[in-house]
């Protein structure tokens, strides 16, 4: 469906997409990175609004800058906000159906259709500056897929949404991935871990990590965890665990804390238990997050060099 190779665009001497290869089939895909990573520039260069520096991009088979025919199989919700505030929703998603090439009569029964799926069918006759941010996202989302592109890119699709609208949407985006393809680009993890989509994570205009979220997950857990200990004694049991050889990096940032990486979290467990036992103060052990959420703040940290 989507074939990037040494993929690079840059602005000048700005590097947006630094040398990005991946290989995506049909079904639900998560761009993940934080604001600024190169996500928007990475959609861009898939939905044809931008043009490759470096390397090649195909989808479908063919590349998609400047190619009609493409193009009309893509549909795309832009992060920004609507521009045009006058319009109301039902003639904004009419004319995108017009722009597609659907006839007078043609388009504004698909733009009812898609308003009607995204919750707006009463509000879709009011001007769009009356409408709230939530709401105006959803006419984006309208607009993205009611000619029924085989592929749907969404950039911050639910930013702004409630949170009934975005489990409604979330389902609504779901379903669609089901029989065609899916791209969602988000800074918030949860919100494409409810897709159960297949994850990338894009880093300073690099992809650091791609596959599904079990196999993101094995990438961090082969690095060791980080367990930190609140302790009066932090030398003392700093000792133990290194006597334990259940010690990959420590680290100890004041006099009352002790941040220990480990391949063998039960074996150190165990060893400070039997410690505490044997009278070592213990007050506090905070185990690294190892949810989605905590595995993508960690390849963060890492790709940053912030993390100990």
């Known amino acids: 469906m989507l074939s990037l190779q040494h993929v690079t665009k840059l ?3 700005v590097i947006g997409v630094n040398d ?20 928007t520039t990475l959609l861009g260069l898939i939905t044809g609004q931008l ?8 989808v479908f088979g063919e590349a998609p800058f400047g190619n009609r025919r493409i193009l009309a199989r893509i549909g795309y919700c832009p992060a920004a906000d609507l521009s045009e505030r006058n319009a109301t929703p039902q003639e904004w998603v009419t004319y995108l159906m ?19 799926e995204v919750g707006l ?20 989302l309208a607009g993205a897929f009611a000619h029924e592109p085989d592929l749907l890119v969404l950039d911050e699709p639910f930013d702004g949404l409630d949170p009934v ?31 159960r989509a297949d994850l990338a994570v894009i880093l300073g205009g690099r992809l650091v990590a791609n596959g599904s979220a079990q196999e993101i997950r094995d990438l961090v ?26 010690v990959e990096t420590l680290y100890i940032p004041d006099e009352n804390t002790v941040v220990i990486g480990t391949r063998q979290a039960s074996h ?26 905590g595995i993508f703040s960690r390849l963060v940290k890492l790709h940053r060099g912030v993390e100990q």
């Open 11 to 13: 602005y000048g001497t």
């Open 20 to 39: 990005v290869s991946a290989e995506l089939s049909q079904g639900a895909h998560g761009l993940l990175g934080p604001n600024g990573a190169g996500k």
């Open 51 to 58: 043009r490759p520096t470096i390397g090649s991009i195909k």
């Open 98 to 116: 017009r722009l597609s090439g659907f006839d007078t009569a043609e388009a504004p029964r698909k733009a009812a259709r898609a308003l009607e």
């Open 121 to 140: 069918g009463e509000a879709c006759t009011r001007p769009l500056s009356t409408l709230s941010k939530g709401m105006r996202q959803r006419a984006k």
């Open 165 to 195: 609208a975005r489990h409604d949407l979330v389902n609504l985006v779901r379903t669609w991935a089901q029989t065609r393809s899916l791209l969602v680009a988000s800074h918030l993890l949860h919100e494409v871990e409810a897709l």
């Open 221 to 246: 857990d082969a690095l060791p965890t980080k367990i930190k200990f609140k302790t009066p004694s932090v030398n003392n049991l700093a000792r133990i665990a290194c006597a334990a050889g259940a």
């Open 268 to 293: 150190l467990s165990d060893t400070i238990a039997k410690a505490v036992r044997d009278g070592l103060v213990v007050s506090e052990v905070i185990a690294e997050d190892r949810t989605l959420e």
